[in-house]
């Protein structure tokens, strides 16, 4: 006969959500764009970085860059070259912003360079460079299949100065004006550059925030069907496999509950024969186990790293484990390792099934070029549900009219099971225990009853419902509070 376990469930309060966190990936594009019609001229995209950390080297070549005011480049017309592409790329090049200019700089017409002065990037000698958001060099050799003086023969290279990679103008598109320095006319072109940002997003179906706020459904035990003598049971599945359906709120609490009990009566089964397992009324609903391991580094994250954990955050982290950065003497106590960190293009990602508990959220990926190594500090983790245990009588008498005002000292599913102590040894191998059957279910279940609740918050701030479904949800306290 398997033991009973009592459960107990208890309304929980509403919380707020944080903000994005800054090493989450996001979809960055750099449009160079002729101002005059809008079309775009080249283009270049990445979603390997976050937020504002993504500036790389932008290649046009000048004679894409729409038809001048001042017609006499017939460089760009398809003439066979000769001695043509030396002459022309030796010319030199200036240019001038079309933004915080004096009015004596001019306008499009004049390329922003009416006058001497106004001149901030190019290739002539007299132009002062990191002055501007960019710097502008030519190609030092004849590209490739350059046979005719097609726009391929005259290639630029756009570079962001330290200056404009902390400008915040970027999304709202800057423009410059572009001028040959030459015998006659000096010819002006126009670009402008932008760049546009856009989450990276998985396809999303029904409001699921609504449906999954339904009772439990009863799980009674299927008896196995009788085989007749000639029946066989199949080896094969169903091709017509009836869609899963996902689980709804309540179903998920009863799978942490059920797991929960498995792996406690797996380790300790004395305490299993009769007892209570509760769920916190009020945050913190998971706990943090810290503990030391090796996160990978790579230059190329992987797509864990555009996942968005960073509205669930935690407020208790116990045992002692890896830190990263300079964490304050206020929480140096759950550090028994602490890694310095260098800016650098790379990126720290946490091992699998744990997080980085930073100052600034949960997250599964550290940019080292975000990361401020002055203000910011992280604890490597491992979650765990906050499940509290007592007891039969110790409950009983908790619930009586007449409760003692002595009471037991609270007891945590991670407490019990030895995580707390032995978490510090998963970086070693010296912790079998986490490695069982029975801990491995509790954890993986816990990791979809997270991947359900960042679901439901993603689509919570993405609805246009009424306010009603806000508070529905938020039943779950949807905050693992830091």
Not at 170 to 176: Q, S
Not at 188 to 205: A, K, N, S
Not at 208 to 222: A, E
Not at 262 to 287: M, R, V
């Amino acid at each position: 006969m398997i033991p009973i376990c009592l459960i107990l469930f208890l309304s929980i309060y509403p919380s707020s959500t944080s903000p994005e966190s800054p090493h989450l990936l996001v979809h960055q594009t750099w449009e160079l764009i002729n101002p005059i019609n809008q079309l775009t001229i080249t283009s270049i995209s990445s979603s390997n970085w976050p937020r504002g950390r993504w500036f790389p080297d932008i290649t046009v070549d000048l004679c894409t860059l729409g038809i001048p005011y001042i017609s006499s480049l017939h460089y760009c017309s398809p003439l066979q070259i000769q001695d043509q592409w030396v002459q022309h790329t030796q010319f030199p090049l200036y240019g001038c912003p079309g933004f915080g200019q004096p009015a004596h700089c001019g306008g499009h017409s004049d390329g922003f360079c009416a006058t001497w002065g106004c001149e901030t990037i190019g290739t002539a000698h007299w132009i002062p460079q990191d002055k501007d958001l960019i710097t502008l060099a030519r190609k030092g050799s004849k590209p490739k299949h350059c046979s005719f003086n097609l726009p391929n023969c005259n290639p630029l290279i756009i570079k962001f100065t330290n200056k404009g990679k902390t400008d915040p103008r970027w999304t709202e598109g800057l423009t410059w004006g572009l001028r040959l320095y030459k015998f006659g006319p000096d010819d002006v072109l126009l670009f402008t550059l932008r760049l546009r940002v856009t989450p990276i997003t998985t396809p999303m179906g029904p409001n699921f925030v609504l449906t999954d706020q339904h009772r439990p459904s009863y799980r009674y035990p299927q008896p196995p069907r009788p085989l007749s003598p000639t029946q066989f049971p199949s080896s094969t599945l169903s091709l017509a496999s009836t869609p899963r359906v996902p689980l709804g709120t309540a179903d998920r609490l009863l799978d942490l509950i059920d797991s929960s009990y498995l792996a406690l009566n797996a380790t300790t089964p004395n305490l299993t024969i009769s007892c209570w397992l509760c769920l916190q009324p009020q945050p913190p609903f998971y706990e943090g186990i810290a503990f030391t391991d090796h996160p990978h580094s790579t230059s190329a994250p992987s797509p864990r790293c555009a996942r968005s954990p960073h509205c669930l955050t935690l407020a208790e982290v116990s045992g002692k484990g890896l830190c990263l950065g300079h964490p304050p003497s206020s929480h140096s106590h759950v550090c028994n390792v602490t890694l310095p960190i260098s800016h650098s293009p790379h990126y720290l990602e946490a091992p699998n099934n744990t997080f980085g508990a930073c100052n600034t959220g949960l997250t599964l990926c550290i940019s080292l070029q975000v990361f401020n190594t002055s203000s910011e500090f992280c604890v490597l983790i491992q979650l765990w549900p906050r499940i509290t245990y007592h007891s039969d009588t110790a409950l009983g008498k908790l619930l009586s009219s007449f409760p003692r005002v002595v009471r037991e000292p609270l007891s945590t599913l991670a407490i019990i099971l030895g995580i707390g102590g032995l978490a510090a040894g998963i970086g070693t191998g010296t912790t079998a225990l986490l490695q069982t059957q029975h801990l491995t279910a509790l954890h993986s279940t816990m990791t979809s009853d997270l991947e359900a609740l960042e679901k439901s918050v993603s689509a919570l701030e993405k609805s246009l419902s009424s306010l009603s479904e806000v508070v529905l949800q938020n039943r779950r306290g949807l905050d693992l509070l830091f």
